[in-house]
Structure formats: C-alpha cells, structure tokens
T-cell receptor, first 112, second 113 residues
C-alpha cells in the first residue's frame, strides 16, 4: 500500500528563522499534495496544497514545492512566528480514490 | 455555516460498552470520513463514504461500523469498546471533485477503561 514518511518528526527554530518539512510518498499516481496544520486540541486545517501539474506554490510566508520524479514534496515556512508552533501533516492523495494516507506529523516549535 | 460538528467532545466507556460518535456537516459535501489519531501515528482512516448509502473500509476498520443515510450525517459506532480504541476521533468531509481539501471537525476524545 501507500507509504508516506515525514521528516523531521520534531523541529525547533528561533523566531524569524525558516523551517522546512519534507514528505516522501510511494504512490506514483498521487496528484494532490496538501499540508495540514493542527493546533493543540483542534482538528487539522489545510494551509496550502499543490497539484501535480505545478512545481511550486506560495502563499505569503508559506510555500510548497513538489518533485514528482523523486516523489517528495516540502513545506517551507519563512520568518517563523510563535503562532506557527503546531503539528504539520502531509497527506498525498492519488487519482481514482478517496483514501488519504497521512504522514506521522512534524511538531514545530518556534522559540521567541 | 457550522462546518463539521462532532459530539460528544469527551467520552469515557467501560470495556464492552457500545456507543455512537456523531458527525454532521452542512457544506453539502459528498465525501465524509472518520480518522483516529494516536500519539506519534498521525491520522489513520477508519471508514469513509463517497455519498449517501455508500461506505467503505479504511486502514483500521475493525471494531467500528458506519452508515450514511443522509448527505449530512455520518455516525461511527463502536460495537464493543476495547482499551485499544482509546484515541481521539476526527470526522472530515470534502467535495468529490476539486478542490480536495478536507474539513475536519473538532474531535472526540474517547477513553476506554
């Protein structure tokens, strides 16, 4: 079945620094690549996504890059702020189906 | 729009008891799903539905039943609770087509003693 790995599992940065989280997947048919943010006590919420016909997408301080050949995509957060502290999940999805396999999550700490 | 709502927020069960976790959405989404979240394991798909009357199993379906009689509601039933089912349960919904964003409810924290 689909295998999804996220690295690192924990990331600690100083406020203002950049953070990068990488997601590797095995299903070459995947064509939708979202990143979700989960704050303490809440459900995950989509923060950015990308489709397989696009290599990069940016939304203010966050960006996602996709390398379909190598089967990985990454979340980039610049100028990190304390409110960016949360758990981030990738959840690549393939065509023709609804099943979504989530990565194990990356806990990001932004130190003020 | 209320989005995705879940009840209850917290529940404690004894081993062997049964209960139903409620999930409702008011966005007219075709797709709905149930996930469980355990420490260090991300979210694992239990059951999902692509429309009223249609359900299918996810990664970890054993011990759970679902039904989808309306577009809005997707209840999850625990038939005979076990301590291994102690977890946080999330319901999610999405459109069948683009965009594929999933909207999550606030979760139900279940403890089985």
């Amino acid at each position: 079945g689909e295998n999804v790995e996220q690295h690192p599992s924990t990331l600690s940065v100083q406020e203002g620094d950049s953070a990068v989280i990488k997601c590797t997947y095995s299903d070459s048919a995947s064509n939708y690549f979202p990143w979700y943010k989960q704050e303490l006590g809440k459900g995950p919420q989509l923060i950015i996504d990308i489709r397989s016909n696009v290599g990069e997408k940016k939304d203010q301080r966050i960006a996602v890059t996709l390398n379909k050949t190598a089967k990985h995509f990454s979340l980039h957060i610049t100028e990190t702020q304390p409110e960016d502290s949360a758990v981030y999940f990738c959840a690549p999805r393939g065509t023709g189906g609804f099943k979504t396999i989530f990565g194990a999550g990356t806990r990001l700490f932004v130190k003020a | 729009n209320a989005g995705v709502t879940q009840t209850p927020k917290f529940q404690v069960l004894k081993t062997g008891q049964s209960m139903t976790l409620q999930c409702a959405q008011d966005m007219n989404h075709e797709y709905m799903s149930w996930y469980r979240q355990d420490p260090g394991m991300g979210l694992r798909l239990i059951h999902y539905s692509v429309g009223a009357g249609i359900t299918d199993q996810g990664e970890v379906p054993n011990g759970y039943n679902v039904s989808r009689s309306t577009t809005e509601d997707f209840p999850l039933r625990l038939l005979s609770a076990a301590p291994s089912q102690t977890s946080v349960y999330f319901c999610a919904s999405s459109y069948s087509g683009s965009p594929n964003e999933q909207y999550f409810g606030p979760g139900t924290r279940l403890t089985v003693t």
